[in-house]
């Protein structure tokens, strides 16, 4: 594989994954009150305050993976984060067996997220990136 490659594959990769986050973000940001609802729903503490805060992470990590800013730590603070959602929201092995299949393919999908930004945390954003340019000077 060439450098060109790896690169290319890396930005692409990052903006994939910066998907799932960047629009769910937004929306918790402009409904706090249905957010905080949900989370309130989940019987996690703070509802109004972790709906701002999960929305801001999702938002500015988001647009971080795109431009591979800061993403070793980024992609550890999404994978703790989706990691944790997955096991308040998407518990497939409590709920009624009519939801679990829905349930499990959410929570396995969050999960394979997870993996993802596990690899980003370990190897970095790439070439084609804040961090490369900044690493550069």
Excluded: C
Excluded at 3 to 29: E, N, Q, W
Aim: no cysteine; net charge positive.
């Amino acid at each position: 594989m060439t450098d060109k490659y790896a690169s290319t594959v890396s930005l692409a990769g990052r903006i994939l994954l910066a998907l799932m986050f960047i629009p769910a973000g937004f929306g918790k940001l402009t409904n706090i009150g249905g957010t905080a609802g949900y989370i309130a729903s989940g019987g996690l503490p703070f509802p109004s305050l972790l709906a701002v805060l999960a929305g801001a992470l999702e938002l500015f990590g988001g647009l971080a993976l795109v431009i591979g800013f800061k993403v070793r730590w980024v992609g550890l603070a999404m994978a703790l984060f989706t990691l944790v959602a997955s096991m308040v929201f998407h518990p497939f092995w409590s709920v009624p067996e009519a939801q679990q299949m829905v349930t499990k393919l959410l929570f396995m999908k969050n999960i394979s997220v997870v993996g993802g930004m596990l690899l980003i945390s370990a190897l970095g954003a790439g070439a084609l990136s804040v961090d490369e340019r900044n690493r550069q000077r």
